[in-house]
């Protein structure tokens, strides 16, 4: 009977512990329990061999039961996506438990991807944080976990897989982490993982990252030599491994690139990716040409308009106007018969033993990509700030006659349409238009440097420019009133050919773009705010024009007090002239007037059925000259 009463006082806790102790009191009440000894002034209480077995069983079961509840509830965490701090709520009391022995790889690996919240939750935190101004201290805020898991892998015998690497490079890339990602492909290379585009790519989306972050000032220097130094080594491990550079991979290395300025990581990115030498941009890359420099085969990534622009901006970031010249000359217009001139010098020594034989026949095509708005406000932007006033003109007479060329291309495939009472669904969209952006570049050149020829020679450019968008802003203005049952019944465009996992930006830098179909009601909206601002440009340009004026007689004048020579047309030559003379040569007057003078007295622009005197058959005098550079 005592031995019954020993037995159940010993197990009685136990069961108690079940339903209210943690974990780790379970354990230590079993331990406790199960060590039990008989104090030596208790000689009256004798535990029986039965006793012990049954207290050993019972503490064998409860602490089979806990590891399994402890199981199932982390599996349903798992199955049930619960929040990450639930799941690893989970997976830290049933470590307390059974161990990390207890649970299955497969297990580990899926607690791993569910700890952490998902990379773009983790963008979205640290946009908050820094928009609070709260810059967080720690990269990554459940680094511990990872390597908590990492580390319980091990300790099974095993080694982590190369996606759960993969999988934890994501998550730094995320948030910037560089130097954790570093950290993680060093690991990854030591225990034999050969790393993979993803690799690299998370890798490169890290420093990437990392340069939009805030840094302190006096460690900025440091920072971006390190991260370029990393970045070296990463190129080099590409080339190493060969491993092929991809959308995503070669997205971020440019996004690197514009931030170090490195010129010849830049050149032989674009050789890598896109086939091109920028030094020879109309012969394909060495590296695709010779079958000893590429093996395996190399396969070029596809030149896209958004690539042309991302190249023209990296040149102009270099300030390299002859080799920015160079390539939008030729990845603007190719030349496909171009092997046809080249010759193998070798060829008529077929005898002699020495020479390499050159193939010049390619197995690519020359890149090309059409140029759009932003690919002329780009080149403008670059040649204006280096002060080229006569390529500024020359480009921007080429964008004016491709403005016209488009906009003809359009307003023809829109008229026939129109007649034959089709819809207007299929009509392509056009890329092109002159805007303002591209006049504030040339406007800027001539103010820059006083070049009152470019000054008066954009003044009168501009009334054609703005007649012209006028014409075609009334044209599809009378469309949208008059043929409503023609119009798209919403913006359709084609599927996207990105893949799923690439983000927008990347897609768009290398991928075939989407085709835009034409919207009436867009591009109504679209001329109508192009005529105001040009409109608005216009007042600019032409106080400008007078501010300009007004200061060269002011230099003059004042040389002419000082009593030295001028320059007169008339007599060619230098001259010096009586100051009676020279307030009756130039008509000196003081100039007083601001530029919100000019926007006072200026009539605004009406479309044509809400212009009085367009609807009674009029049209308001035009002070400009028709345009010698128009096409017919």
Same mark, same amino acid.
């Given at each position: 009977?005592?031995?019954?009463?020993?037995?159940?006082?010993?197990?009685?806790?136990?069961a108690?512990?079940l339903?209210? /102790?943690?974990?780790?009191?379970?354990?230590?009440?079993?331990? /406790?329990?199960?060590?039990?000894?008989i104090?030596?002034?208790?000689?009256e209480?004798?535990?029986?061999?039965?006793?012990?077995?049954?207290?050993?069983?019972?503490n064998?079961?409860a602490?089979?039961?806990?590891?399994?509840s402890?199981? &199932?509830?982390?599996?349903?965490?798992?199955?049930t996506?619960?929040?990450?701090?639930?799941?690893?709520t989970g997976?830290?009391?049933?470590?307390?438990?059974? #161990?990390?022995?207890?649970?299955?790889?497969?297990?580990?690996?899926?607690?791993?991807?569910?700890?952490?919240?998902?990379?773009?939750?983790l963008?979205a935190?640290?946009?908050?944080?820094?928009?609070?101004?709260?810059?967080?201290k720690?990269?990554?805020?459940?680094? !511990?976990?990872?390597?908590?898991?990492?580390?319980n892998?091990? #300790?099974?015998?095993?080694?982590?897989?190369l996606?759960?690497y993969?999988?934890?490079?994501?998550?730094?890339?995320?948030?910037?982490h560089?130097?954790?990602?570093?950290?993680?492909?060093?690991?990854?290379?030591?225990?034999?993982?050969?790393?993979?585009?993803?690799?690299?790519s998370?890798?490169?989306q890290s420093?990437?990252? +990392?340069?939009?972050?805030?840094?302190? @000032?006096?460690?900025?220097?440091? *920072?971006?030599?390190?991260?370029?130094?990393?970045?070296?080594?990463?190129?080099?491990d590409?080339?190493?491994?060969?491993?092929?550079?991809?959308?995503?991979?070669f997205?971020f290395? !440019?996004r690197?690139?514009k931030q170090?300025?490195?010129?010849? #990581?830049?050149?032989?990115?674009?050789?890598?990716?896109?086939?091109?030498?920028?030094?020879?941009?109309?012969r394909?890359?060495?590296e695709?040409?010779?079958?000893?420099?590429?093996?395996?085969p190399?396969?070029?990534?596809?030149f896209?308009?958004r690539?042309l622009?991302?190249?023209?901006?990296?040149?102009?970031?270099?300030?390299?106007?002859s080799k920015?010249?160079?390539?939008?000359e030729v990845?603007?217009?190719?030349?496909p018969?171009?092997?046809?001139? %080249?010759?193998?010098?070798?060829?008529?020594?077929?005898d002699?033993?020495?020479?390499?034989?050159?193939d010049v026949?390619?197995?690519?095509?020359?890149?090309?990509?059409?140029?759009n708005?932003?690919?002329?406000?780009?080149?403008?932007?670059?040649?204006?700030?280096?002060?080229h006033?006569?390529?500024?003109?020359?480009?921007?007479?080429?964008?004016?006659?491709?403005d016209r060329?488009?906009?003809?291309?359009?307003?023809?495939?829109v008229?026939?349409?129109?007649?034959s009472r +089709?819809?207007?669904?299929?009509?392509?969209?056009?890329?092109?238009?002159?805007?303002?952006?591209?006049?504030?570049?040339v406007?800027?050149?001539?103010?820059?440097?006083?070049?009152?020829?470019?000054?008066?020679?954009?003044?009168?450019?501009?009334?054609? *420019?703005?007649?012209r968008? @006028?014409?075609?802003?009334?044209?599809?203005?009378?469309v949208?009133?008059?043929?409503?049952?023609?119009?798209?019944k919403?913006?359709?465009?084609s599927?996207?050919?990105?893949?799923?996992?690439?983000?927008?930006?990347?897609?768009?830098?290398?991928?075939p773009?989407?085709? @835009?179909?034409?919207?009436?009601?867009?591009?109504?909206?679209?001329l109508?705010r192009?005529?105001?601002?040009?409109?608005?440009?216009?007042?600019?340009?032409?106080f400008?024009?007078?501010?300009?004026?007004q200061? !060269?007689k002011?230099?003059?004048?004042? +040389?002419v007090?000082?009593?030295?020579?001028?320059? !007169?047309? &008339?007599?060619?030559?230098r001259?010096?002239?009586?100051?009676?003379?020279?307030?009756?040569t130039?008509? %000196?007057?003081?100039?007083?007037?601001?530029?919100?003078?000019?926007?006072?007295?200026?009539?605004?622009?009406?479309p044509?059925?809400a212009?009085?005197?367009?609807? +009674? #058959?009029?049209?308001?005098?035009?002070?400009?000259?028709p345009?010698?550079?128009?096409?017919?």
């Amino acid at each position: 009977m005592s031995g019954r009463c020993l037995s159940h006082s010993v197990l009685a806790p136990v069961a108690h512990s079940l339903r209210r /102790r943690s974990a780790n009191t379970l354990l230590n009440a079993a331990r /406790r329990f199960s060590t039990l000894t008989i104090p030596p002034f208790a000689p009256e209480f004798h535990l029986s061999h039965s006793t012990l077995s049954a207290a050993s069983s019972s503490n064998y079961n409860a602490i089979t039961y806990a590891r399994e509840s402890r199981l &199932t509830e982390l599996v349903n965490a798992l199955d049930t996506h619960k929040s990450p701090s639930n799941v690893w709520t989970g997976y830290t009391n049933l470590l307390s438990v059974a #161990g990390s022995d207890y649970l299955s790889l497969e297990l580990h690996q899926r607690v791993l991807r569910a700890c952490t919240p998902s990379t773009e939750e983790l963008k979205a935190a640290i946009v908050r944080r820094l928009s609070a101004g709260n810059i967080p201290k720690v990269p990554h805020i459940h680094e !511990i976990r990872f390597q908590t898991v990492i580390q319980n892998i091990r #300790g099974l015998g095993l080694q982590p897989a190369l996606d759960d690497y993969n999988f934890i490079l994501e998550q730094f890339a995320a948030v910037g982490h560089y130097e954790g990602c570093f950290q993680v492909y060093k690991e990854l290379t030591r225990l034999g993982h050969v790393p993979t585009t993803q690799t690299f790519s998370e890798c490169f989306q890290s420093i990437a990252q +990392r340069f939009k972050l805030p840094m302190q @000032k006096v460690k900025r220097e440091a *920072i971006s030599t390190q991260m370029q130094d990393i970045f070296a080594m990463y190129v080099a491990d590409m080339h190493k491994h060969r491993v092929p550079m991809d959308a995503t991979c070669f997205d971020f290395a !440019i996004r690197v690139l514009k931030q170090t300025l490195d010129l010849p #990581g830049f050149e032989a990115l674009m050789r890598w990716g896109y086939a091109i030498d920028l030094s020879n941009p109309d012969r394909v890359a060495l590296e695709y040409t010779d079958p000893v420099m590429s093996d395996p085969p190399l396969t070029p990534l596809p030149f896209t308009t958004r690539a042309l622009n991302t190249t023209i901006d990296m040149l102009a970031r270099f300030g390299d106007i002859s080799k920015l010249v160079q390539a939008f000359e030729v990845l603007t217009q190719p030349l496909p018969q171009a092997s046809q001139y %080249f010759f193998d010098s070798f060829e008529a020594d077929e005898d002699d033993d020495f020479g390499v034989r050159v193939d010049v026949a390619s197995r690519f095509p020359p890149p090309y990509a059409t140029p759009n708005t932003a690919t002329y406000s780009l080149l403008l932007r670059c040649i204006c700030r280096s002060g080229h006033a006569v390529l500024a003109r020359h480009y921007l007479i080429q964008a004016r006659r491709l403005d016209r060329a488009v906009a003809h291309v359009l307003r023809n495939r829109v008229s026939a349409l129109v007649n034959s009472r +089709r819809s207007l669904a299929t009509v392509p969209a056009p890329d092109f238009a002159v805007n303002q952006s591209m006049l504030v570049s040339v406007l800027g050149e001539g103010n820059k440097d006083k070049d009152l020829g470019l000054l008066r020679w954009l003044q009168d450019k501009l009334p054609y *420019i703005i007649r012209r968008q @006028k014409a075609d802003l009334d044209y599809y203005d009378s469309v949208v009133r008059n043929h409503r049952d023609l119009l798209p019944k919403e913006s359709p465009t084609s599927p996207p050919t990105a893949p799923a996992d690439a983000d927008a930006e990347t897609a768009a830098l290398v991928q075939p773009a989407r085709v @835009k179909y034409f919207d009436p009601n867009l591009h109504v909206a679209f001329l109508r705010r192009n005529v105001s601002e040009l409109q608005s440009f216009s007042g600019r340009i032409e106080f400008v024009v007078g501010r300009t004026h007004q200061r !060269i007689k002011e230099r003059l004048g004042r +040389r002419v007090w000082q009593e030295k020579d001028v320059y !007169i047309a &008339t007599e060619n030559r230098r001259v010096k002239i009586s100051k009676a003379h020279w307030k009756q040569t130039v008509n %000196f007057q003081p100039r007083t007037d601001t530029f919100k003078d000019h926007l006072v007295n200026r009539r605004p622009w009406l479309p044509a059925h809400a212009d009085p005197q367009k609807r +009674r #058959g009029l049209r308001r005098p035009s002070h400009s000259r028709p345009d010698p550079d128009s096409e017919p």
